[in-house]
T-cell receptor, first 114, second 110 residues
Framework: DAGITQSPRHKVTETGTPVTLRCHQTENHRYMYWYRQDPGHGLRLIHYSYGVKDTDKGEVSDGYSVSRSKTEDFLLTLESATSSQTSVYFC?????????????FGEGSRLTVL | AQRVTQPEKLLSVFKGAPVELKCNYSYSGSPELFWYVQYSRQRLQLLLRHISRESIKGFTADLNKGETSFHLKKPFAQEEDSAMYYCALSAPYNFNKFYFGSGTKLNVKP
């Protein structure tokens, strides 16, 4: 498995509280992504990063922010969690040096917002 | 805009039967197509990509540009093939962003 770890793996929180999910990689891949996985929707891109401090929005970015201060870490923040953000969140990485490259995924973080 | 459609949410077959998971896409250019698989309690992993034209675990997929399809096929399903399958599209020169279908759960019965 590619060296990708997500933390926390499980979290239960209440509506209105801030939540930060962390993705850490040891592969030195340039590109990092946050997806959410929901039944009937598959995986949808939230935000992505193409380098340190370089990030952009994906398909479903409302209510989320990201930061990447180091190559190896990509943080996803829910400033004020809502029940609609209950989901499984996946971090992924890729290396553009190999062309349209394979995405490598983390194990996922299951977030429940009550 | 790009879109990936997997019309079947659930596909149940008996062991040894052929299986076909459908995938259609829309994209104005020449995307690259992939199949990802998620086995129970495992992370998503690449199954195959159209440019490699490989057969992985007995699965094949042919890109049909005329029908904009990339169906996944296996002639004889095995119980260990039971998993969630996602078709995905990656647009070139676009930060390697992937767009996924909604997924098809394959259940292979003994």
């Amino acid at each position: 498995d590619a060296g990708i770890t997500q933390s926390p793996r499980h979290k239960v929180t209440e509506t209105g509280t801030p939540v930060t999910l962390r993705c850490h990689q040891t592969e030195n891949h340039r590109y990092m992504y946050w997806y959410r996985q929901d039944p009937g929707h598959g995986l949808r891109l939230i935000h992505y990063s193409y380098g340190v401090k370089d990030t952009d929005k994906g398909e479903v970015s409302d209510g989320y922010s990201v930061s990447r201060s180091k190559t190896e870490d990509f943080l996803l923040t829910l400033e004020s969690a809502t029940s609609s953000q209950t989901s499984v969140y996946f971090c992924a990485i890729s290396d553009p040096g190999e062309g349209t490259g394979e995405l490598f995924f983390g194990e996922g973080s299951r977030l429940t917002v009550l | 805009a790009q879109r990936v459609t997997q019309p079947e949410k659930l596909l149940s077959v008996f062991k040894g039967a052929p299986v076909e998971l459908k995938c259609n896409y829309s994209y104005s250019g020449s995307p690259e197509l992939f199949w990802y698989v998620q086995y129970s309690r495992q992370r998503l992993q690449l199954l195959l990509r159209h440019i490699s034209r490989e057969s992985i675990k007995g699965f094949t997929a042919d890109l049909n540009k005329g029908e904009t399809s990339f169906h996944l096929k296996k002639p004889f399903a095995q119980e260990e093939d039971s998993a969630m399958y996602y078709c995905a599209l990656s647009a070139p020169y676009n930060f390697n962003k992937f767009y996924f279908g909604s997924g098809t759960k394959l259940n292979v019965k003994p």
